[in-house]
Every structure is written in structure tokens, then in C-alpha cells.
């Protein structure tokens, strides 16, 4: 009896042993199936380029064609805006007041001021009105979260004035857009109206305006600017610049590049250039 269950337990672990040795092999076997893809083992197709000269003076070509014509049209676009800039804050200043900040302080004192601007070219309508601020500069934690997100994107919620002050209601009027950000920025111009009559050459315009904010502490500039607009929008000749900037680079890298090529030409895959293969200098 004790032989054979003696026997009967060997027999058990060795079928157990064998079960488990196949077991762990049907495992391995089923993880290099996921594993020995193509991605796994990095065998996907991949585009390769070769950047001979030829390619790459193509391309530069390419861009300098397409960015030369984008720069001219932008900036002939932006050429064609009309603008009027009147700066308003030191003409605004009584001729015997010698201490503008204790103007702008003085309550007593009106800040009704007149202007008379003179039409240089023919503007066509609509001519945008802007009040523009300069030198205005604010990074405190006041001025970040001196906003409201959900009146910005919703115009349903334009009484919705959280988190906006000290910008948020004039005359128990709430402030569209509101706070600091929106009213606050380096160089600004905030839309105030549109006239929506041509005006010609030499036409005369006055405007009524009230000088009220202080920017004679900080040395900021106060503006009223009247202009046109293109299809690409207001004047910017920056854009029309970059383009013209960036496509001209091209042309000359293009150009220098083929000199190089038509010089010095260099046989493709050489293995003379390697530094290994390079003779020492001094040798």
C-alpha cells in the first residue's frame, strides 16, 4: 500500500510538473504572438527622405514662390488702409493748467474737450472708430483675475459681471466687455462705434470727447483713431513683412545652395567625407 501511493504521488507531481511547464510555454507562446506585430518590432512602412541638393533647393524654391506673392497682396492690402491717429490727452490739458496729473485729479475741473480732425484720402465706409491706450502695462494678480469667461463667450450673459471688478458696472450699468483684462492690455484699441458714411479728401471731423482717465501718471498715450479695413482686417504691415522676409530667405538659400552645388559638387553616399576616412591634417 505505501508503495503504491507512494508511487501514485510521484506519478502526480510529475504530470503536474508537465502541466506546468506547458502551461507556461502555451503563455510565452501567446505573448510573442501580441508582441510580433509589426509595430511591436517596429517594421511599420516609413517615409525616409533624402535630402539631396536638388530636393532641397526645390523646396526652398517652392516656399519662396508661394510666400513672395502672400507678403506683396498683404502688404499692399494693409497699404491701402486709411487711418487717422489723433493723440488727445496732451492737446486735451488746459493751456493754464502746468500740473496735468492735478488736472486729471480735480473733479471740479470739466474734462469736455473738442477735436477737429482733417480727412487726408478718400475713406470708404464702414470707418471703424477705436479708442486706443499705449503703454499700459499690468501683470499683478488683480489685473489675471480681473475677468469673466462666461460673458465673453455667451452674449446672453452680457449682466453677468463676476469677478470683473473693479470694471464690472458704470452707472449701475454693467460693463460689456468687463474687467481689467479687456480694458487693459499694452497697446489696445477697443471699438467705440462706425460711421457708415464715405468720406472724401480735406473733410472735416469734430468729436466731443471727455478726458477723464489718468494716464499722465504712468505716461501713457490716449488716442482717437479712425480707419479703414481691408479684407485682411485693420493696417498691419508686420505680416506682409514676415512673408516677404521669410520668402526672400528662401530664394537666397536656394541660390546659395546651387552655386555650392554647381562649385563644388559632392558625389552622393561618399564614404571620403566620413570622419574616420578623413586624412589627419599633419600626416
Not at 506585430?37 to 511599420?44: A, G, P, R, V
Request: hydrophobic letters at 35%; aromatic letters at 10%; a positive charge.
Amino acid at each position: 500500500m505505501d508503495d503504491h501511493a507512494a508511487g501514485s504521488s510521484a506519478g502526480g507531481s510529475g504530470d503536474s510538473g508537465a502541466s506546468r511547464e506547458a502551461l507556461q510555454e502555451a503563455q510565452l507562446k501567446l505573448v510573442l504572438m501580441q508582441t510580433d506585430s509589426k509595430f511591436t518590432q517596429q517594421e511599420l512602412p516609413a517615409c525616409k527622405p533624402i535630402l539631396t541638393p536638388k530636393w532641397v533647393i526645390t523646396v526652398f524654391v517652392i516656399v519662396g514662390v508661394i510666400f513672395v506673392p502672400i507678403g506683396i497682396a498683404s502688404l499692399r492690402a494693409s497699404q491701402q488702409v486709411v487711418e487717422i491717429v489723433d493723440r488727445y490727452d496732451d492737446a486735451c490739458v488746459p493751456a493754464n493748467a502746468t500740473d496735468k496729473l492735478s488736472y486729471i485729479q480735480n473733479s471740479s475741473i470739466p474734462k469736455t474737450c473738442t477735436r477737429t480732425l482733417m480727412v487726408t484720402k478718400d475713406m470708404k465706409q464702414p470707418i471703424f472708430v477705436y479708442y486706443q491706450l499705449d503703454n499700459f502695462y499690468q501683470n499683478h494678480r488683480r489685473y489675471v483675475k480681473s475677468r469673466n469667461d462666461v460673458q465673453l463667450r455667451d452674449a446672453s450673459k452680457a449682466n453677468d459681471t463676476a469677478n470683473c471688478d473693479p470694471e464690472a458696472t458704470a452707472n449701475g450699468q454693467p460693463i460689456v466687455p468687463c474687467g481689467l483684462i479687456a480694458w487693459t492690455l499694452p497697446t489696445f484699441r477697443k471699438l467705440y462705434g462706425r460711421i457708415h458714411v464715405d468720406l472724401k479728401a480735406n473733410d472735416t471731423i469734430t468729436v466731443q470727447l471727455e478726458n477723464n482717465y489718468n494716464t499722465y501718471s504712468f505716461g501713457g498715450k490716449k488716442k482717437l483713431v479712425l480707419s479703414t479695413a481691408t479684407w485682411l482686417g485693420g493696417k498691419n504691415d508686420f505680416l506682409g513683412f514676415a512673408y516677404l522676409s521669410v520668402g526672400g530667405l528662401c530664394f537666397f538659400l536656394a541660390f546659395a545652395f546651387t552655386l555650392l552645388y554647381l562649385i563644388k559638387p559632392r558625389k552622393q553616399g561618399d564614404n571620403n567625407y566620413l570622419s574616420w576616412n578623413r586624412t589627419p591634417t599633419g600626416r
